[in-house]
């Protein structure tokens, strides 16, 4: 149980494009999705926080209008790159958690590999 | 603001090599702390959640174990399949926000 789908795993694509990652809880309703970005030997960075319906919170220092987030339903979240830049080339992960009476753990996708040439 | 510091930041057992990895943690008021396993090029495998000081949860041949500023992930006999990165997390108090803040990882490699 708790599968979390990310898709596409890797996109390479050219300077100014906008890129769409998708990520899918597909056994459970997750009330609650977060989209980390992690570099090489560092921690998972937390970039925003979304929850069904709402508007998502974003950490500090993240550009909202660089990073849309959209959580249309209690089973899909969608991370768009507006106008993407080489500098934006990193690892994306997203996960999914439940809200419950007990802590719940967060479930993570296998991530997605973005590369901006 | 909350830290999670893990260490060593590599290390490499040979097969059957009992080790344990160390994260240290301050954080004001622990709700949980969670331990992930990270194969290359994916997402994070959830492990352990550890509630409170005392607690000890195993799976195979892991064991993890929580005081109030640290955890331990033991690791007995390990295999060359259990080579991974290990990544620990905590999250603080309720408050409408369900931030973790998780550590660098010990990357482990066992040797055959």
């Known amino acids: 149980g708790a599968v979390v789908s990310q898709h596409p795993s890797r996109v390479i694509c050219k300077s100014g494009t906008s890129v769409k990652i998708e990520c899918r809880s597909l056994?459970?309703?997750?009330?609650?999705m977060f989209w980390y970005r992690q570099f090489p030997k560092q921690s998972l960075m937390l970039m925003a926080t979304s929850n069904e319906g709402s508007k998502a919170t974003y950490e500090q220092g993240v550009e909202k209008d660089k990073f849309l987030i959209n959580h249309a339903s209690l089973t899909l979240s969608t991370l768009t790159v507006t106008s993407a830049h080489p500098e934006d080339s990193s690892f994306y992960i997203c996960?999914?958690?439940?809200?419950?009476?007990?802590?719940?753990?967060?479930?993570f996708g296998d991530g997605t590999r973005l590369s901006i040439l | 603001e909350d830290q999670v510091t893990q260490s060593p930041e590599a290390l490499r057992l040979q097969e059957g090599e009992s080790s344990s990895l160390n994260c240290s943690y301050t954080?004001?008021?622990?709700?949980?702390l969670f331990w992930y396993r990270q194969d290359p090029g994916k997402g994070p495998e959830f492990l352990f959640t550890l509630y409170s000081a005392g607690e000890e949860k195993e799976k195979e041949r892991l064991k993890a174990t929580l005081t109030k500023k640290e955890s331990f992930l033991h690791i007995t006999a390990p295999k060359p399949e259990d080579s991974a990165t290990y990544l620990c997390?905590?999250?603080?108090?309720?408050?409408?926000?369900?931030?973790?803040?998780f550590g660098t990882g010990t990357k482990l490699q066992v040797i055959p």
């Open positions: 997390a905590v999250q603080g108090p309720v408050g409408g926000y369900q931030k973790v803040t």
């Open positions: 996960s999914a958690s439940l809200l419950g009476p007990t802590l719940q753990p967060q479930h």
């Open positions: 056994d459970f309703q997750a009330t609650t």
């Open positions: 954080v004001s008021g622990l709700r949980g």
